[in-house]
């Protein structure tokens, strides 16, 4: 059949269930936007006001669907604007289709307007990065280049000389519909199964810590925990997936962004089942204790940290395994402690939401939306303190999800996020979270939400601060270029097509989050923001925690105590020690 190259990439894309295109429109990538504009009924072009936004929307699609995002870019600036989420869709193991634009053939490797080469530039971020030479490759490299970002979890990069992608060529496409490769099957070896066992039944105080290799196996995990007795710890980036936080058993996220339960398990840990992660955290787990790890990647075994045993397994298949096996554990003091030193942590967060001698507080307006969430809702949270107070708060349970920069960890993410959650599943209410530093990186985006009638609801917790690095400053005992111009949001974004609210106290913020009920339940279809004017505070840093008097001196306990005004938080030793 004759079409154009153009015609046939779209062809392909459709044949893959692609259903929406991030990017901004170029002269090298007309050919591509006429094909586009054919089967607009199927695929939709999304129009984005930054290409690295549009990347970023990419990268969240991957994330919250588990299906390829696709962007693109035209030559040069275009395509180099999208870095920051080709690579945050590269860290964090995410399927992505990248295309970029190019200058017509004859005019490569002449100096042109806007003409550089450009495969040497995404080598790096990309597991496939190709420039097509011939019209005819176009479909047959999209191809590829899709079924190798599924199946190695990265960024695939396909270079399009415009001039190629508008000549005509032959082509036909089975009617069938692709789908992701299936992942590899691991047998599991009955060997290290019971050898998993006993070092479970010989330790007295195991903890079970998951990743986001467990997707989908929640339930599994929870079985597990409470049938052998164990806390859950998991990486930050995997709260509700690995396990829901409100599970009896779960004690957070261990690190920066993690809880004083969860530092407290790993502390006193003999024995840490690390399932189904590579989390690079892990290298300051304070803990002498044996590791065995579980993961279906050979090359991450003991990446991180020595390991006692290493398993390469599907993670959810393993664990499912040491259910069936019958054995279990009574719960021990262990266990009961970590749970009371969860309560004691759940209590002091409560407290802090409530408390407004200061003004409002960043905990009191992520309390707030989470009271206001849906069972599904969505969270597109941004990079920085604002990451810390929704990982510690919100109710990452139910069907309810959320996507970070996890590992590249850049700011202006959360509204792309939120973008791609919404277009993907436009029945689910969507939440985007961020401070005034990341929001500043891509509020243009608001603009895209407003054309696309995206009612989403974006948070700005607006402190004029880059509050994580002011953390790491006041470590250094010096503080420079953390401070932010004070900015009035809800104006400046009104005038984006926005309906927008500043709140500074409690009353106000839950006078706005009913306001906000009505307007959705009555069919509202613009993007909601609310600038939340909240003091400046430095949360607590739960990546040491400095109580345990078994463990650190006087000084220590009271000097970390006083800096974070952290009191009737006793650590779990003392919690063991006073157990009836």
């Known amino acids: 059949m004759k079409m154009t190259a153009g015609d046939s990439l779209v062809k392909v894309l459709e044949s893959w269930n692609v259903k929406h295109i991030y990017g901004i429109v170029g002269s090298s990538v007309n050919g591509l936007m006429e094909a586009l504009y054919k089967e607009r009924e199927t695929i939709n072009y999304i129009q984005v006001r930054h290409e690295s936004a549009g990347a970023m929307a990419a990268a969240g699609h991957a994330k919250t669907t588990d299906e390829i995002g696709v962007c693109f870019g035209s030559a040069a600036p275009g395509g180099t604007n999208l870095f920051n989420g080709l690579y945050d869709a590269k860290m964090d193991r995410v399927p992505m289709l990248a295309?970029?634009?190019q200058s017509a053939t004859e005019n490569i490797n002449t100096n042109f307007f806007q003409e550089m080469d450009e495969v040497p530039i995404y080598t790096d971020v990309s597991v496939f990065n190709k420039m097509v030479t011939t019209a005819k490759q176009i479909p047959h490299v999209i191809d590829e280049a899709i079924r190798t970002a599924y199946i190695q979890k990265g960024v695939s990069v396909v270079i399009l000389p415009n001039d190629l992608v508008e000549k005509e060529i032959d082509f036909s496409l089975g009617k069938e519909k692709k789908t992701p490769p299936l992942p590899p099957h691991f047998p599991i070896d009955e060997v290290e199964v019971n050898q998993v066992l006993a070092m479970?039944?010989?330790?007295?105080?195991?903890?079970?810590?998951?990743?986001?290799?467990?997707?989908?196996?929640?339930?599994?995990?929870?079985?597990?925990?409470?049938?052998?007795?164990?806390?859950i710890v998991t990486s930050a980036i995997s709260i509700g997936v690995a396990a829901s936080n409100n599970h009896k058993n779960f004690m957070g996220a261990f690190g920066r962004l993690g809880t004083k339960p969860a530092f407290d398990v790993l502390q006193e840990a003999d024995l840490i089942l690390f399932v189904g992660s590579n989390h690079p955290f892990v290298r300051a787990w304070p803990t002498d204790a044996k590791i065995i790890q579980i993961n279906h990647r050979i090359e991450d075994i003991a990446k991180q940290a020595p390991v006692e045993m290493g398993i390469v397994a599907d993670a959810g298949a393993f664990i499912d395994r040491l259910i069936k096996s019958g054995v279990s554990r009574e719960e021990t003091d262990f266990l009961k402690a970590a749970r009371i030193s969860k309560e004691n942590w759940d209590r002091y967060l409560t407290e802090l939401a409530a408390d407004e001698a200061n003004g409002l507080s960043a905990e009191a307006v992520i309390k707030a939306v989470g009271d206001h969430s849906t069972a599904d809702a969505y969270y597109g949270l941004d990079v920085g303190n604002n990451t810390m107070y929704s990982v510690r708060m919100l109710p990452l349970n139910q069907q309810r999800q959320y996507s970070v920069s996890g590992i590249f960890a850049t700011l202006g993410v959360g509204l792309p996020y939120s973008i791609a959650a919404k277009l993907a599943k436009p029945e689910r209410q969507v939440w985007s979270i961020s401070g005034d530093g990341g929001v500043a990186m891509n509020i243009q985006e608001i603009i895209t939400q407003a054309r696309y009638e995206l009612p989403i609801i974006n948070i700005i917790l607006s402190n004029q601060s880059y509050g994580f690095i002011k953390h790491a400053q006041l470590n250094s005992e010096f503080l420079y270029g953390v401070d932010i111009t004070d900015v009035d949001w809800a104006m400046t974004t009104k005038g984006m097509g926005a309906l927008s609210f500043t709140v500074t106290s409690l009353n106000e913020l839950y006078e706005c989050m009913e306001e906000i009920e009505l307007l959705q339940k009555h069919g509202n279809k613009k993007p909601i923001v609310i600038d939340a004017k909240v003091y400046y505070s430095d949360p607590v840093d739960t990546s040491l925690v400095t109580l345990d008097p078994k463990r650190f001196s006087k000084e220590q306990i009271e000097g970390y105590k006083d800096r974070y005004q952290f009191y009737n938080q006793p650590s779990l030793s003392e919690i063991i020690d006073n157990l009836p």
Request: no cysteine.
């Open 99 to 101: 295309i970029i634009g």
């Open 200 to 231: 479970i039944q010989e330790a007295k105080r195991p903890v079970f810590y998951g990743g986001l290799g467990l997707k989908g196996a929640r339930d599994t995990v929870e079985e597990f925990a409470t049938q052998f007795a164990m806390p």
